[in-house]
């Protein structure tokens, strides 16, 4: 089975809308940290991951993978109901990330107004980290390429 892709529209450097409701919203640190948002031209949802929580940073980093709609409507639907069973949810996540396709995409996104600020590839060989959201970090040399250039603040 190929790995799901995003489709053409988030995919592009020219995204700057992501429409990220609450109810896609699956974990939260100080906003989405990671979220089913889908395309809003042709409802395709993909998979956003924090890759970069730090406070100084005006914007937040995300990673951007496609999903398979059947994939994110099946952990929607066995998770909807507010089990209680955090073993369970913690096992339907697993097997949700493990359905996305590869992270191909960076996002700068402002976190008051969730507006996209720049959208790029991941470059190649790019390390995201993982672990707990407020420990994530992008290196400083990626996140500076990825900012094209911007002034260290
Ligand atoms: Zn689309």
Known sequence: MPA???CAHLASDELR???IPEECVLEAFHGPALALPRCRDCGRPALLELVDASPERASRLYSLAGLEPRDAELFLRNTRHGSCD???RARELQALLACAGPRERLLAIDPATRQVLRAAA???GLLLPTGP???RRLGAR???AF???APET
Do not use: S
């Open 4 to 6: 799901a892709a995003l």
């Open 17 to 19: 809308e992501l429409a």
């Open 86 to 88: 955090l073993a369970r």
């Open 122 to 124: 991941r470059p190649a």
């Open 133 to 135: 959201w407020r420990e």
């Open 142 to 144: 990626e996140a500076r």
């Open 147 to 149: 900012d094209g250039g």
